[in-house]
């Protein structure tokens, strides 16, 4: 087990471009997560899967996001015509069903240009 | 609205010496708090954690302190060793979130000189 795995970990894209993000979790872990960091902030919560289910999702995620978990496996993050304001670090954590400790991928940095 | 704040962004001790490593927070729903490291391009790392029924905890060199009237937690590492250079962040989460969704501090950077 190599724990979280984001790809791509860096992405550069033009303003208005769709980009997708994937994470693969620790394979026994049911629950998944995406945050958002920006620089000089602490991870800001996206949204949350349990299985295939998603279940929560924050009012920063705006109709252009959209996150999708096929099967209860990995996860997709899109986003549609990104803008400035969407280059941060994206963020994928698993856990199992209960445990308040995450384990957190190493993160894929956008750069919208 | 920030609901965990950490007041300081740097900190800087010398090897050997205690880092204090502070955390305030407003939600007095929040009932479970993490500290999590992280180094450059790599994702956080989850350091050690406290129930809201407890006031410390102790892992090794690191301990967290809860002052739940305060609405402060605090975490101390000692000794202090230059392999500690990174930026920590506290994190909460309440009971009543059965999504386990977890609010971070904005993070302080702690740099241990040799």
């Known amino acids: 087990d190599t724990g979280v795995s984001q790809n791509p970990r860096h992405k550069i894209t033009k303003r208005g471009q769709n980009v997708t993000f994937r994470c693969d979790p620790i394979s026994e872990h049911n629950r998944l997560y995406w945050y958002r960091q920006t620089l000089g902030q602490g991870p800001e919560f996206l949204t949350y899967f349990q299985n295939e289910a998603q279940l929560e999702k924050s009012r920063l995620l705006s109709d252009r996001f959209s996150a999708e978990r096929p099967k209860g496996s990995f996860s997709t993050l899109e986003i549609q015509r990104t803008e400035q304001g969407d280059s941060a670090m994206y963020l994928c954590?698993?856990?199992?069903?209960?445990?308040?400790?995450?384990?957190f991928g190493s993160g894929t940095r956008l750069t919208v240009v | 609205d920030q609901q965990v704040k950490q007041n300081s962004p740097s900190l800087s001790v010398q090897e050997g010496r205690i880092s204090i490593l502070n955390c305030d927070y407003t939600?007095?729903?929040?009932?479970?708090f993490l500290w999590y490291k992280k180094y450059p391009a790599e994702g956080p790392t989850f350091l050690i954690s406290i129930s809201s029924i407890k006031d410390k905890n102790e892992d090794g060199r690191f301990t967290v302190f809860l002052n739940k009237s305060a609405k402060h937690l605090s975490l101390h590492i000692v000794p202090s060793q230059p392999g500690d250079s990174a930026v920590y962040f506290c994190?909460?989460?309440?009971?009543?979130?059965?999504?386990?969704?977890?609010?971070f501090g904005g993070g302080t950077r702690l740099m241990v000189k040799p």
């Open positions: 939600n007095s729903m929040f009932d479970y």
């Open positions: 954590a698993s856990s199992p069903q209960v445990m308040y400790g995450y384990t």
């Open positions: 994190a909460a989460s309440a009971r009543n979130n059965a999504g386990n969704m977890l609010t």
